[in-house]
């Protein structure tokens, strides 16, 4: 009797699972190109040094919520919800990267404030995110935009990346 073609197929990936996967890299290993660094080297050390100068205060980060739906369109790309699919794109018809997932734990903790901040002003090379300031935002709704960006990484008990020492 012949098994049917899912079986078949179950069979066959779990097979491959278990003999290839100690000698394999993890199939949902992070992406190095999210944590890669978008500020050009000879300007990292500096940038990282930025703080944002605003305090993370809940009337701060609804400003830059605001902004983040509204005025600075961030939504459009990045998703009310923060994971980069926003509801203005069409699956596949995007060219390189997704926009940034604002709820990855790790990148949140890969950038700092002063990347975030060069990313808005600059642009990032490689991706279609255009630079915002002047253009779009102030330096001050920048920095409310990316108190409330990180707001989206933010569990109950975890301090802003930003304030970890």
Same mark, same amino acid.
């Given at each position: 009797?012949?098994? $049917?073609?899912?079986?078949? #197929? +179950?069979? /066959? &990936?779990? #097979? &491959?699972?278990? &003999?290839? %996967?100690?000698?394999?890299? $993890? @199939?949902?290993?992070? =992406?190095?190109?999210?944590?890669?660094?978008?500020? $050009? @080297? =000879?300007?990292?050390?500096?940038?990282?040094?930025?703080?944002?100068?605003?305090?993370? &205060?809940? =009337?701060?980060?609804?400003? !830059?919520?605001?902004? #983040?739906?509204?005025?600075?369109?961030?939504?459009?790309?990045?998703?009310?919800?923060?994971?980069? /699919?926003?509801?203005?794109?069409?699956?596949?018809?995007?060219? !390189? $990267?997704?926009?940034?997932? #604002?709820?990855?734990?790790?990148?949140?903790?890969?950038?700092?404030? !002063?990347? /975030?901040?060069?990313?808005?002003?600059?642009?990032?090379?490689?991706?279609?995110?255009?630079?915002?300031?002047? +253009?779009?935002?102030?330096?001050?709704? %920048?920095?409310? @935009?990316?108190?409330? @960006?990180?707001?989206?990484?933010?569990?109950?008990?975890?301090?802003? %990346?930003?304030?970890?020492?």
């Amino acid at each position: 009797m012949r098994r $049917p073609i899912l079986y078949r #197929f +179950l069979t /066959l &990936t779990l #097979f &491959t699972a278990t &003999t290839l %996967a100690p000698w394999s890299v $993890p @199939v949902f290993a992070i =992406d190095e190109a999210i944590l890669k660094p978008r500020v $050009p @080297v =000879d300007q990292l050390q500096d940038v990282r040094t930025w703080k944002n100068p605003l305090p993370p &205060t809940e =009337d701060t980060i609804e400003k !830059g919520k605001k902004l #983040f739906q509204g005025k600075a369109f961030c939504v459009t790309c990045h998703g009310r919800d923060g994971k980069g /699919l926003g509801g203005d794109i069409e699956p596949g018809t995007l060219k !390189g $990267p997704l926009p940034r997932n #604002f709820t990855d734990q790790e990148w949140q903790a890969a950038r700092t404030d !002063g990347e /975030l901040f060069w990313i808005l002003k600059n642009g990032s090379k490689g991706t279609a995110m255009a630079p915002f300031i002047p +253009l779009i935002l102030t330096e001050e709704e %920048a920095w409310q @935009v990316l108190r409330y @960006v990180r707001s989206f990484g933010q569990t109950q008990n975890t301090p802003q %990346a930003s304030e970890q020492p």
